[in-house]
């Protein structure tokens, strides 16, 4: 792989992971193209930091292919490293999720990986047989989460969007690796951004089996438990390792990852139901009669 790459970061945002991601690939030299949903959200990249900033929504098939031409244009075709870090949050009691909610957090979190990802096969395809044999592999990089592992209530949408990322880039990782493209799962944990200011707010319906800890989902006072890392710190130990040749398949980083580690290899469910149902205080909810 040569020494400047040209990385594409979705999902990049004034302060959150994708941004964070954005800056530590742009401060170790390389081309950064900085991908977001409008223009102002990328304007700080471009005009502060010099980056190249593509406007992309990957929800849009029309708007991703797009993308895709202008950055191969840009770089006669050639993308090293691509990092899927667009997401949403969406909290609520499962339910009290509408069907349409659950699909536009499907939609964003696992399509978006999808679609991004094959309208930038060819460029990394291109840069991985332009190195050569030895020369280094092509990267794409998505952003998962511990939640698949933790899987705090009031968070179904998302918990099963961020296991069908992990589920879906272990797939690539076996299909697209004798083309030269390495499929790495970034296992995030607890890190400092806008994701929790930017997620709708929570609303419980009137009648709602939830309604005796109203105040609870609504203040969102689950999030207040967790532990979190601070998102450049997040990127400079991320980076780190996705610019190694002997990358990990799954590099665990942010807040409560070794806890998540530790009940992914030893299991423990039953526990974990007991100890989710008392934080959550659950146990005050009681049967409808």
Known sequence: MPSQKNVLITGCGPNGIGGALAKEF??????VFASGLSEPL???FRDDLGMEAVVMDVTSQASVEGAAARVAEATGGRLHVLVNAA???????????PVEDARRVFDVNVIGVWAVTRAFLPLLLAAAAADGDGGGD???????SINSVLRPPFLAAYNASKAAVEVLGATLRTELAP????VVTLKTGGVRTDLFNNAPPVK???????????????????????????????????????????????????????????????GWDSL?????????????IQRPK
């Open 204 to 266: 419980l319906p009137q009648g709602s089996l939830y309604a005796p800890l109203r105040e609870f989902i609504e203040e969102r006072k689950m999030l207040e438990a967790g532990s979190y890392m601070d998102a450049d710190q997040y990127a400079r130990n991320v980076v780190s390792q996705l610019l190694t040749p002997s990358v990990k398949q799954v590099v665990w980083q942010g807040g409560m990852t070794t806890i998540a580690w530790i009940l992914s290899w030893f």
């Open 138 to 144: 092509a990267v794409v990089a998505n952003l998962a």
């Open 26 to 31: 742009q401060l170790r030299g390389h081309r």
């Open 42 to 44: 990328l304007a700080g």
């Open 272 to 284: 974990l139901d007991r100890l989710l149902i008392k934080g959550s205080r659950l146990e005050e």
């Open 87 to 97: 997401g949403v949050l969406h909290i609520s009691p499962f339910a009290d999720t």
């Open 179 to 182: 083309l030269g493209v390495r």
